[in-house]
């Protein structure tokens, strides 16, 4: 009987030693113009210091990678152990192709049981493909972590809460940004080891070409403080300057947004569509003007602090999410409201 306890807690023991050698995450940090840190990745950060595991990082990038490791390296207090580097020309454009078969090498040397990434075009197209190379499901856009196995995220645009569990040994998750807070620089002790990959790459597959980016002086919208949203009602491009007008009021603060109604309408460029099929923001405050609060357009914007609907329907379903709402025309409110705020 004595022999056969010591036996279990041997087992009980080595599972247990097992498991925290093992059990680590990979974060998938992400490289965006002129070599900065996305800001997306401080907010995968924090998601993945919830599984309270080790955490090692990936860097990838064509150049620059010297400077994106460096603001890495200022967040040594979210457990971060190392950073591997991978530097190519092949990773112009970070284009899935290229990156993947590093990441699954990365993987299969140091048996990552989660892999995360902060929600972004480029996690979008490599970690589902990695999922695939390694045969499991992708969880995407997850809001909360519960556990190690279990996370929650949305569904149906938004209308229902989805707490999923996920028995593959490996998880690859995509983070929702707005959903936790960004990691903040500093505060812990040493610096995460660096070690460069030998990224010897070849990539038949596919080609970077160019990337056209809209150049403004406006915050992106993810991290604008202020948005402002216009819908169809704004009736044409020359009208959305009413509410470029209005951002400007607030320099390095506000930005405008849009409905997909605005956008397919070509009242603006789509890169400004807020919704299911668009941005996810959770600004300090959200403006809808003339957006009649479609749910797919909701499941975009109903986390921001606090919600502002100019309509002249008084019995738009954007009231029913708005903290304070003005029933009117917007070609004869936003004007004053301009004047108005010019003079604070
Ligand atoms: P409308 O619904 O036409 O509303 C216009 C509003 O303006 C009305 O409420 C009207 O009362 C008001 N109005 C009119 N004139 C004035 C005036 N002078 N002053 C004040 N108010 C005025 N939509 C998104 O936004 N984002 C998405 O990501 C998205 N994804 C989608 C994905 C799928 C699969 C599908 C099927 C749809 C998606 N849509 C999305 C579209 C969505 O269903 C709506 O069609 C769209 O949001 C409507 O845009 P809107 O509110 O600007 O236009």
């Not at 892999?115 to 075009?121: F, M």
């Not at 695939?132 to 949305?154: E, M, N």
């Amino acid at each position: 009987m004595f022999l056969q306890s010591r036996y279990f807690f041997s087992r009980l023991a080595t599972s247990t030693i097992h498991s925290r050698c093992f059990a680590s995450t990979l974060v998938v940090a992400e490289q965006i113009d002129g070599g900065k840190l996305a800001p997306v990745t401080l907010n995968a950060l924090t998601a993945a210091s919830q599984l309270k595991q080790d955490i090692d990082c990936v860097i990838f990038g064509a150049d620059k990678t010297a400077e994106t490791t460096t603001q890495l390296q200022k967040f040594n207090n979210s457990n971060i152990k190392k950073i591997f580097v991978a530097e190519n020309v092949a990773f112009k454009g970070l284009l899935s192709e290229a990156v993947t078969p590093v990441l699954l090498d990365l993987q299969k040397k140091n048996n990552y049981t989660h892999i995360l990434g902060g929600s972004s075009t480029f996690t979008k197209s490599i970690l589902p493909r990695l999922a695939a190379l390694l045969d499991v499901q992708p969880i995407s856009d997850i809001t909360k972590v519960v556990d190690k196995d279990q996370f929650i995220r949305f569904v149906y645009a938004g209308n229902a809460v989805l707490k999923l569990k996920s028995n593959d040994t490996v998880k690859i998750i995509t983070v929702r940004g707005t959903a936790f807070e960004a990691t903040k620089e500093g505060g812990g002790s040493g610096q995460a080891n660096v070690e460069k990959l030998d990224s010897s790459v070849k990539n038949d597959l596919s080609e970077f070409v160019e990337r056209q980016i809209q150049q403004s002086e406006r915050p992106e919208l993810p991290s604008a403080r202020i948005i402002f949203s216009g819908g169809r009602a704004l009736k044409s491009k020359e009208n959305f300057k009413l509410l470029y007008d209005l951002a400007d009021l607030f320099p390095g603060q506000a930005t405008v947004g849009a409905s997909r109604a605005a956008v397919d309408a070509g009242y603006c460029t789509n890169d400004l569509q807020i919704g299911q099929t668009g941005k996810i923001v959770a600004p300090d405050l959200y403006v809808a003007i003339g957006i009649s609060g479609a749910i797919q357009h909701i499941a975009g914007m109903k986390d921001s602090k606090v919600i502002v609907a100019i309509n002249k329907d008084g019995d738009a379903p954007i009231f029913a999410i708005a903290d304070y709402g003005l029933v009117g025309d917007l070609f004869k409110v936003i004007p004053e409201l301009n004047e108005k705020l010019k003079k604070k």
